[in-house]
């Protein structure tokens, strides 16, 4: 396991939720109580310090130990934080939940062809990271409300070709393949400089 990253992280505030090794060495410094009506799957929850000299050295603060049931693949997932204030279930459903924020996070890299930050500072970084959210999460709209059975990578692939056809978005989302009337040309924009004379 990787302790001193961790204690970094721990150190500048930042909260993680791992999955430990079976041959992680700790002792039990508290036991947790369980509350019985919301923790349906959580089997432990305590507060470790770890016992391994090594490893202390690495990470000398206390740890969150977390062992829920999953239901679906039949198993007990062990896992430590260093938030002790969630839930516990909390924390096991937010492990659990990793594969979809992979997903989302892939999805952007893959499809929207984000592998470098265009600008250097920090504002440029951000610009260009909530652009990108913003516009995967409208993908994701346009595909949810869509009657045609999109694949996200299809959609993204048609809307370039077709960026600059003036269709009625939610009729192509639905019948992608159909002749569609083209919207009026009637336009409601303002002229810059009317002409008084």
Excluded: C
């Excluded at 999460?137 to 692939?157: C, D, E, Q, Y």
């Amino acid at each position: 396991m990787r302790f001193p990253l961790l204690n970094v992280w721990d150190s500048n505030g930042v909260f993680f939720v791992i999955r430990h090794k079976d041959n992680l060495a700790f002792h039990t410094v508290k036991e947790r109580e369980l509350p019985e009506d919301k923790a349906q799957h959580v089997l432990i929850d305590e507060e470790i310090e770890l016992s391994n000299p090594q490893s202390k050295a690495k990470y000398p603060g206390k740890l969150r130990r977390v062992a829920v049931w999953d239901e679906e693949n039949k198993q007990t997932i062990e896992l430590i934080t260093n938030n002790f204030t969630w839930a516990a279930q909390t924390i096991g459903d937010l492990y659990k939940s990793r594969w979809e924020i992979e997903v989302f996070f892939r999805d952007i890299k893959q499809l929207l062809h984000i592998k470098t930050f265009i600008g250097t500072s920090k504002n440029a970084g951000m610009i260009q990271i909530w652009t990108a959210l913003i516009t995967i999460l409208l993908l994701k709209v346009m595909k949810a409300t869509a009657k045609f059975g999109w694949h996200l990578s299809n959609l993204v692939a048609f809307i370039r070709l077709n960026i600059f056809v003036k269709i009625e978005l939610q009729k192509w989302l639905d019948r992608p393949f159909e002749d569609h009337d083209k919207p009026p040309q009637k336009s409601s924009q303002g002229d810059l400089f009317p002409d008084y004379s």
